[in-house]
């Protein structure tokens, strides 16, 4: 459970599903989910299961999202059985850290440093 629903480069995306079966016969649930980039609408990945839950009972489907860039996210599920279907969505986001930022750009930032140090030094 991520606070904010922000996952780092180094995080797994994993989405839990609970589905709840209120009957006293068990039902076979179909479910069908899709993620999309907010940037572009473009579909980054999308899935399907189906499964049985037992009356008067709870089951749990885990989904493992595909997303490696960075950027902002909606995922919807859509869950159908005979005689009904419900969706949800979800936003979510894929961020690289302050940590990963300092090291990317720390070889860049050092040589700024070192020429403005170097401009300081030749202004008497």
């Known amino acids: 459970d991520n606070i904010g629903n922000i996952f780092g480069t180094d995080e ?3 989405a839990t599903i609970s589905i709840e079966n209120s009957d006293t016969v068990s039902k076979d649930i179909d479910i069908s989910w899709q993620t999309r980039n907010q940037k572009d609408n473009a579909v980054t990945d999308s899935g399907t299961a189906s499964i049985t839950v037992d009356g008067n009972s709870e089951k ?3 989904i493992d999202i595909d997303c490696d860039l960075y950027g902002l996210y909606n ?9 009904g279907e419900t969706s949800d969505s979800l936003n979510f986001s ?5 940590i990963e930022i300092f090291k990317k750009f720390s070889g860049n930032l050092w040589r700024v440093t ?3 140090s170097k401009k300081l030094e030749n202004v008497r």
Do not use: A, F, N, P
């Open 75 to 83: 995922l919807k599920t859509t869950t159908s059985w005979d005689g």
């Open 12 to 14: 797994s995306v994993v």
């Open 60 to 62: 749990k489907v885990t």
């Open 94 to 98: 894929k961020v690289m850290l302050l």
């Open 114 to 116: 070192l020429g403005i």
